[in-house]
């Protein structure tokens, strides 16, 4: 007993030392990387006060001193405000404001008779060391997950310092300040509009498609041949199979996925019927005329072992021919397919996925268990995997742990060794072309050929191959436990 207590003792006050261990770890190491923040502030700082100096050393004017007797003033009120105030906001804030009003006068006084000066060198270095631990400090907080960016058109700071940067032209250059007072504030509206533009591009996953097939009834006898249930299994069966439908149909609503259709055979579905409703599915396109980004096909019934789909007749679907037909219609376009599987044998597909390489291509799979303890849980049943994969990927605050020891209902997926250099449809030349004609004069379609030539110019290729390189040798040999399609919905594995 009492060996047991002493090992029960011990081992808390380890997990509790192991923890404060690494919450110091935690601590320092943000400390530190607070640090280059100050660091690059206190260099920012003196190179405006030396450059400062040299401007009223030089031209002897009384406006300067004043600005910079105020600026120290700024600054007290800033530090007092922070630290016997709390109002942490409002010194930042104002700090910031006159850190952008000081810098726009130290670019518009003229420093034509003193630009070789020690002092003005001095600034000069100070200002482009600053820069630098700026984009230092930016790039640590990144890569030691410090904080979290989220996509805005622009923060705070850089707000107040454009407004201080701006007001700066105005007080200095009487002459042409309304002038350079307008361009500073365009021209960040015009870079918020291509960061909007940019972070839309990135965030948004393109347009996407689903169709669903549910065979309830067909299931593989001993020989291989499909056959039909025993009447008193079709109505439970029936259940789990309209809940598979409600579930995708959620699916495909959540995440604004275009549906083609869901359809539910209780007879099963011929190798024909099949092919046709498919070759629509595969050959659709949006209303403005390309084809959609993305193509989700699912599919839940019986499976061969090898994973071929059961079908009415004998007949069976090979994920060979379902590739040959998603070929003869993608073409040369750079579509994606992904196939979701809740069948008994998904494993042999999200195997032989990973073999493609020329198109696109994902199988999210069910690992079903085979044996099962009653007493402990129930077995699994057709329907389990995807009432619980919706939920994951629909419900934000679900509590599925794909991880979890012991589950019955487990998942599995693979891709195709390009998957990892997919990228949306962009433009092309022809499309840039037929924009342009139709809403621009008929002078300026030279301007076409110079922006396609110059778009054209791949300068880092070398560096964009070595990358695609790097990602794919990811993708084959750390596969993610959970990949994000830029979609909306995960692919995950157990």
């Not at 770890?25 to 990387?33: C, G, K, L, Q, Y």
């Not at 907080?141 to 979290?148: D, E, F, L, V």
């Amino acid at each position: 007993m009492c060996r047991s207590l002493r090992y029960c003792v011990s081992h808390c006050l380890y997990a509790v030392m192991t923890r404060l261990e690494e919450a110091n770890r935690e601590v320092n190491m943000h400390s530190s990387v607070r640090y280059l923040g100050y660091l690059a502030r206190i260099n920012l700082l003196v190179a405006i006060c030396i450059g400062l100096y040299v401007r009223w050393e030089k031209n002897a004017d009384a406006l300067i001193l004043v600005i910079f007797i105020l600026g120290l003033f700024v600054l007290g009120i800033a530090s007092i405000l922070y630290y016997y105030f709390s109002m942490e906001a409002a010194s930042l804030s104002l700090s910031n404001l006159w850190f952008g009003f000081l810098l726009g006068l130290l670019c518009f006084l003229d420093n034509d008779s003193f630009k070789n000066d020690v002092k003005e060198e001095a600034t000069k270095y100070l200002l482009l060391s600053s820069i630098i631990i700026r984009i230092l400090f930016a790039l640590v907080q990144r890569i030691c997950g410090c904080i979290h960016h989220r996509p805005t058109l622009l923060t705070t700071v850089e707000f107040l310092e454009l407004v201080g940067f701006a007001i700066a032209s105005t007080t200095m250059l009487k002459s042409n300040g309304i002038f350079m007072s307008v361009f500073l504030i365009v021209l960040p509206l015009e870079s918020m509009a291509h960061g909007l533009f940019h972070e839309l591009g990135t965030c948004l996953g393109g347009t996407c498609v689903g169709y669903a097939v549910v065979i309830p009834t067909n299931f593989c006898s001993p020989d291989g041949q499909p056959t039909l249930l025993p009447p008193d299994h079709v109505q439970e069966l029936n259940l789990r199979s309209t809940g598979m439908l409600n579930a995708i149909q959620r699916f495909f609503a959540y995440h604004m996925i275009e549906t083609y259709g869901c359809d539910y055979s209780a007879s099963g579905l011929s190798f024909d019927t099949l092919h046709s409703k498919l070759k629509s599915f595969l050959e659709l396109r949006t209303p403005d005329g390309p084809r959609h980004d993305t193509y989700v096909l699912y599919y839940s019934g019986h499976s061969h072992s090898t994973g071929e789909w059961a079908l009415a007749g004998g007949d069976a679907l090979r994920l060979d021919t379902l590739l040959e037909w998603w070929r003869e219609k993608n073409g040369s376009f750079c579509s994606r397919l992904i196939i979701l599987l809740d069948c008994e044998n998904s494993q042999p597909w999200v195997k032989e996925v990973r073999k493609v390489s020329d198109q696109y291509v994902a199988v999210q799979g069910a690992d079903l268990a085979k044996v099962v303890d009653v007493e402990e849980s129930d077995p699994p049943y057709l329907g389990d995997f995807t009432r619980e994969w919706v939920e994951y990927n629909c419900n934000p605050d679900n509590d599925i742990n794909w991880f979890e020891k012991g589950r019955t209902v487990k998942a599995m997926y693979g891709v195709s060794k390009r998957w990892s250099d997919y990228t949306l449809h962009l433009p092309t030349e022809s499309d840039v072309a037929k924009h342009w004609m139709i809403y621009f004069p008929h002078i300026t379609y030279p301007l076409i050929h110079l922006a396609n030539w110059f778009c054209g110019l791949n300068l880092f290729w070398v560096c964009k191959a070595c990358f695609r390189c790097l990602k794919r040798l990811k993708m084959s040999w750390f596969l993610p436990t959970v990949l994000d399609t830029g979609q909306g919905f995960k692919l995950v594995r157990s």
